[in-house]
């Protein structure tokens, strides 16, 4: 196992070998802020703080332009946390795309990717995000679920694909989810997430107007399901049914009603281990299917 010592020198060796030309300047990106100024101040200031960055001049920042207000940073490349490194990283792709900051948005959960057909749009509401806790061993936090937003908008807006089983979305949901997963690492967390089911994500209807998704991780020896419990806000119908995949992180929670749905909680569940004497029974079950094969056979 690679000592997580020797990893953040690795990371940190890469990142600002990428980053030369950047150091000491400001790097204004082509992604382009969308929202109530109001909420792009939150999101800046939620930037900077899950960034850490060590120079006090060091900074996320917007830049207006003609086109709209443009992400920007400085960094002196003196330090910065790992969700800084990532953000930096994917602010430099040089991908022109759009990001949606606001709160309660319609048929957006946490984050959503193609909102209106457009695959150039990541959109994030900010009052789901932050129903995620700042700090935690066995859940996803608020910089990691930022952070796979974040990557999934600047890796998916470089294809046309905004269905779950396009090519081009599931390489950039699977980029925010190991992005996500760094973050959780040098957080202190105790797993990591794990790809999403080929079936998607497993869910279940606990209301006519609430819906449980079951996300899958492993860490520490255990395997366990941070399970997201999720509503519409106006009480309205939300079944399996009206579940679109491939708009947001979590691969199915786009709602075709529009409705506004909100994350009411953040938990986790261990996945039962089978017990010994399972295990015992299914391999007698096993022998005796064995043995029966041989004497039709003879």
């Known amino acids: 196992m690679l000592h997580r010592s020797c990893v953040v020198v690795l990371c940190s060796v890469l990142f600002l070998g990428s980053l030369s030309a950047a150091n000491g300047e400001d790097w204004v990106s082509t992604i382009s802020l969308e929202g109530a100024q109001s909420d792009l101040d939150t999101f800046v200031s939620l930037m900077n703080g899950y960034s850490r960055f060590q120079q006090p001049t060091d900074q996320w920042f917007i830049t207006p332009a003609p086109s709209g207000n443009l992400l920007s940073f400085r960094h002196e490349g003196t330090g910065a946390s790992t969700f800084g490194s990532l953000a930096m990283a994917s602010a430099t792709t040089q991908a022109t795309w759009i990001l949606e900051i606001g709160r309660d948005q319609p048929g957006v959960l946490i984050g959503g990717w193609g909102k209106d057909t457009n695959p150039h749009r990541q959109s994030v509401d900010l009052n789901d995000l932050l129903v995620f806790p700042q700090a935690s061993q066995w859940l996803s936090t608020q910089a990691s679920t930022l952070i796979h937003e974040f990557t999934e908008g600047a890796h998916g807006s470089v294809g046309a694909g905004i269905l779950a089983d396009d090519p081009n979305f599931l390489a950039s949901h699977d980029k925010g989810r190991t992005d996500e997963n760094w973050v959780m690492f040098f957080e202190g967390g105790r797993g990591i997430r794990l790809p999403d089911p080929e079936t998607g994500t497993p869910r279940q209807q606990v209301a ?80 005796l299917a064995s043995m029966w094969r041989r004497r039709k056979a003879a």
Do not use: H, W
Request: charged letters at 20%; hydrophobic letters at 40%; a negative charge.
């Open 208 to 287: 006519p107007d609430t819906i449980e998704f079951m996300i899958p991780f492993a860490g520490g020896g255990d395997l366990y399901d941070q399970v997201l419990r999720v509503r519409t806000r106006d009480g309205g119908s939300f079944e399996l049914a009206d579940i679109r995949r491939g708009y947001v992180d979590v691969g199915v929670p786009f709602s075709g009603n529009s409705r506004d749905i909100v994350v009411e909680s953040v938990t986790y569940v261990l996945v039962p281990e089978p017990s010994s004497l399972s295990l015992l029974a299914a391999g007698g079950l096993c022998l």
